[in-house]
């Protein structure tokens, strides 16, 4: 089996399996907020891994808030900065009409509050205008968001710039790190942002962690109300989950120069072989900046489905867009924002290669597209 969906998830590190089963081994262990000596011992286990987190992402430790996945980090971020606003005429949300749908959704429940929402759309080569973002801000605005990384096409949003615009306009500004972290080096205060969302099982921790960092000073309202997390998230915390995400940042964070240079070297060489040997082949985002791994790419002429059916059946793994997405029968919405027509959507696929990918695994996945294509395109 080769796996090219590693933006729709990557496969546990093994130090990090090793920490997690030692962990259930040792017992259930206590819960952060109880006083006694169990109580205790797991509350230095969550604070040290707070710690570690913070340490990588250039955060402060009372500035990581633990969640249950990215999506829920970002729905935090989003509607608690709108629902704490100190300014009931700031009803306006400033998005970019490619983000995940986990802002997307976020941004639509909030309209259904009384927010207005502005999505702003990507240039043709899918990013964003820093300029343009900065031009949708104003004195209603309660809050803008903007990707670091798209998930689908890879490309890299000017987020030092939106965020300079926001400072600037005295804006909350939360950035969705989700596909960035692990691939470039992310600072919460070199970025500049107020808020900055990830989940771990991006970088090779368990799936059903996510992080919010919170900056100082910025209010949010809990969706989930609790004493936990600085009260921004209540519940018991999962602190063998936070330990495995904060030792796979720390893992990933290490490696993440050596990861890009290898990665971009075989992506770059597979999209030049398949430009070599097949026509009406399309890279998104070749000309702009881009995560070492994710090439998103059209066959025009082709089924992208038709074309992901054949590539599971010779044993790799890609996708047609968002893994949250499977099963829509709508054109990505990251390719149409950016003026791809519907038909020039659904022929394209999406490969994200993972740390172990090979010369090997590219020559298998060429010789597999240049079965399953012309296929395609001949069928009635």
């Given amino acids: 089996m080769i796996n090219w969906d590693h933006n729709a998830t990557t496969p546990l590190r093994p130090e990090v399996a090793e920490l997690l089963v030692r962990r259930i081994r040792e017992g259930a262990g206590g819960n952060a907020s109880s006083i006694h000596a169990s109580g205790r011992a797991a509350r230095r286990l969550l604070e040290d891994a707070r710690a570690k987190v913070a340490q990588v992402i250039g955060a402060e430790p009372k500035e990581?808030?633990?969640t249950g996945s990215g999506t829920e980090a970002a729905a935090l971020c989003l509607k608690g900065a709108w629902f704490a606003r100190g300014d009931a005429a700031r009803t306006r949300v400033v998005v970019s009409a490619v983000e995940h749908p986990a802002v997307l959704k976020a941004a639509a429940q909030l309209e259904r509050h009384g927010a207005t929402v502005t999505r702003v759309p990507p240039g043709p080569g899918g990013r964003v205008d820093a300029a343009r973002m900065a031009e949708a801000l104003g004195p209603d605005v309660a809050a803008c968001s903007l990707m670091w990384a798209n998930n689908e096409t890879g490309v890299l949003q000017p987020v030092r710039e939106v965020a300079a615009a926001c400072r600037r306009a005295g804006v909350p500004f939360h950035v969705d790190a989700v596909q960035a972290v692990g691939k470039?080096?992310?600072?919460?205060?070199?970025?500049?942002?107020?808020?900055?969302?990830?989940?771990?099982?991006?970088?090779?921790?368990?799936?059903?962690?996510?992080?919010?960092v919170v900056r100082r000073g910025v209010s949010l309202e809990a969706l989930a109300p609790g004493h936990q997390e600085d009260g921004r998230r209540g519940g018991t915390q999962d602190v063998r989950g936070a330990e495995a995400t904060a030792l796979a940042l720390s893992l990933a964070d290490a490696e993440v120069e050596a990861w890009a240079a290898r990665l971009a070297a075989l992506r770059d060489g597979f999209e030049a072989k398949l430009r070599a040997r097949l026509p009406g082949v399309?890279?998104?985002g070749a000309d702009v900046p881009r995560v070492a791994n994710t090439s998103n790419v059209r066959f025009d002429g082709a089924d992208g489905e038709a074309v992901l059916i054949a590539l599971?059946?010779?044993?790799?793994?890609?996708?047609?867009?968002?893994?949250?997405?499977?099963?829509?029968?709508?054109?990505s919405h990251v390719l149409t924002a950016q003026g791809l027509t519907p038909a020039q959507a659904h022929a394209s696929l999406r490969f994200s290669l993972g740390r172990g990918a090979t010369e090997d695994e590219v020559d298998r996945v060429l010789a597999a597209l240049c079965e399953a294509v012309p296929r395609s395109r001949a069928a009635p």
């Fill in 64 to 66: 990581i808030t633990f």
């Fill in 184 to 212: 470039v080096r992310v600072n919460l205060r070199e970025v500049n942002a107020d808020l900055l969302t990830f989940s771990a099982h991006k970088f090779g921790g368990p799936p059903g962690v996510g992080v919010a």
């Fill in 282 to 284: 399309h890279v998104h």
């Fill in 312 to 331: 599971d059946l010779a044993g790799i793994c890609v996708s047609t867009g968002a893994a949250c997405s499977s099963g829509s029968l709508a054109p």
